[in-house]
């Protein structure tokens, strides 16, 4: 029972990351109806900033909000700068853009700070909370930290007027922009939010898979199938979708002794795999439906 | 009167395709002003190139200021509300939000809810539905929202784009009621498109007749609506 609750709480510390991830994939998913690839990469740059505030002596948390508003700028730039152009372009403009982006980011990042793995830190330590164990103290505050950024997020969108804009721009830019909504700006708004979101991800996840270029290609890979599972037009489906993941993974780790620590990866292909044949809107996407 | 709005020589094409060749009319202030046609004739044209959402050239003057190269949104912010084809839901946004978003371009505080519950005292259906998704309304509802959504704006000018369109005849007439009463007690001007002139101009101070892309024919509501000929040359009833 208690490696159970222990698997179940370890599962919502990372599901937590997958669902920042899958909300970061599903904000920019409403905005331009496409899924961007380079999230994740986006999201290891970002990290790779906070690292080298820390390294010049800035405090934690000083890193943190610093490195929240970098992402936010540069994903607003990113989308002004490289989208803008082509956003009547056809599908595969945007794909050859997204896996150029890739590319770019993981190279550069490997280029400024070079390939080597390393260790990220923590503001919570890893001891056990509780005594027991059930819990890291790492474990815990990313579980918080997760929680409030979703929950600000969702009050954003929810309560205030830009965040009414931003999902009035998404849903029909027409009218949008007939109500005097700047439909543009409101896009890259999104953007920079989903790479503050995905940084946020980043900064947390990094002190459990250490710091490299490559460290969210397998994150992005269960934030896509938690956002896929979830719905790719329900922010909240996309939330609760990640955390799924997070739990599923992890229990499928440790009872199913097939899978083990290995085969963890292929449950997220797997999941988004039969999502697709079985449920395709998601649990809690909406089908669109086109009047003709 | 003053004019609100004055075109003249007004273009637009979709593409390599010409649709309007230079058109020329005014809207007075506080009038309505009709703009009727057959099918294509290309008045839902003229409204799209008048708050810019299609290419066009020509002046186009509202409140002695050229607005020929301004862009959809900074029009808007000038009091201009467009009701467009097809009355432009969010559909997946509740009714409240539909109407919360017409007052975007006003600042936060400047009586915004007091004007949504002026807009439920109007429109008292809508209030009922308040918070349910406004794809989920009827089509008269959902031009009852449409017209609600433009007058958070507080607008000096209304287009309206066929706002009878696929509506049972007694919800037609609900609304067009409900565009008189805006024009006696709000002082909007309206620029209205129809396909059903009898109803237009009944309601209308001023008409043009559109034919393809060119006004043919133009003159007081009331000399149209009572000249024979015309009714049964360019109206067909």
Redesign the interface.
């Known amino acids: 029972m208690e490696t159970f609750i222990q698997q179940v709480l370890a599962g919502i510390a990372t599901g937590g990351i997958y669902a920042c991830m899958a909300l970061a994939v599903v904000m920019i998913y409403q905005a331009i109806h496409h899924l961007n690839f380079a999230q994740g990469e986006m999201a290891m740059f970002s990290t790779f900033i906070a690292w080298q505030l820390l390294q010049w002596g800035i405090p934690y948390w000083l890193a943190f909000g610093l490195t929240i508003v970098i992402s936010l700028i540069g994903g607003y730039v990113l989308e002004r700068s490289v989208f803008k152009p082509i956003h009547n372009a056809p599908v595969l403009s945007h794909i050859v853009i997204f896996i150029a982006l890739f590319a770019i980011f993981n190279s550069l990042a490997g280029f400024i700070w070079d390939f080597t793995i390393k260790p990220f830190p923590s503001p919570f330590g890893n001891a056990p909370l509780f005594g027991g164990g059930l819990i890291g103290g790492h474990q815990a505050g990313m579980i918080i930290i997760t929680l409030v950024v979703l929950l600000i997020l969702f009050a954003f969108f929810r309560y205030t007027?830009v965040g009414?804009?931003m999902?009035?721009a998404a849903?029909?830019p027409?009218?949008?922009?007939?109500?005097?909504?700047?439909?543009g700006v409101m896009t890259g708004l999104g953007w920079g939010m989903a790479s503050a979101v995905g940084a946020v991800a980043g900064i947390l996840i990094a002190p459990v898979v250490f710091l490299e270029p490559n460290m969210m290609l397998s994150i992005l890979l269960y934030g896509f199938a938690g956002a896929v599972l979830g719905g790719l037009s329900s922010p909240g489906g996309a939330v609760l979708g990640g955390f799924t993941v997070g739990v599923v993974e992890n229990l499928a780790g440790t009872y199913i002794p097939v899978v083990g620590a290995e085969l963890k990866l292929p449950i997220a292909l797997f999941l988004i795999v039969a999502v697709l044949v079985f449920k395709p809107t998601g649990l809690f996407g909406?089908r669109v439906v086109q009047r003709v | 009167m003053s004019a609100t709005l004055k075109v003249r020589n007004l273009e637009a094409s979709y593409g390599a395709f010409k649709v309007l060749h230079g058109l020329d009319f005014d809207i007075a202030e506080g009038s309505v002003t009709t703009l009727l046609g057959a099918n294509g004739a290309g008045k839902t044209t003229t409204l799209r190139a008048l708050c810019g959402m299609i290419r066009r050239s020509g002046t186009i003057e509202y409140e002695g200021r050229s607005i020929a190269n301004m862009k959809t949104e900074d029009i808007v912010r000038l009091g201009v509300a467009h009701v467009p084809e097809g009355r432009g839901t969010f559909t997946s946004l509740t009714v409240e939000e539909n109407l919360r978003l017409g007052a975007m371009t006003r600042s936060a505080g400047d009586g915004i809810s007091g004007d949504i519950d002026r807009i439920f005292a109007f429109f008292p259906r809508l209030k009922e539905r308040a918070s349910q998704q406004a794809g989920t309304l009827s089509g008269g509802e959902q031009q009852m929202l449409a017209i609600g959504r433009a007058l958070m704006l507080r607008p000096k000018l209304m287009l309206l784009d066929e706002p009878s369109f696929g509506l049972a005849p007694l919800i037609v007439k609900e609304v067009f009621a409900i565009l008189a009463d805006i024009r006696e007690n709000m002082g909007v001007s309206m620029l209205l498109v129809e396909q059903n002139a009898s109803l237009a101009l009944e309601l209308a101070d001023q008409a043009y007749l559109i034919e393809t892309g060119s006004i043919a024919l133009s003159g007081p509501a009331a000399e149209i609506r009572d000249d024979e000929s015309v009714r049964a040359s360019y109206l067909g009833y």
Not at chain 1, 174 to 183: C, F, N, P, T
């Open positions: 007027r009414l804009a999902r009035a849903a029909n027409e009218s949008a922009k007939l109500v005097g909504i700047r439909v909406q």
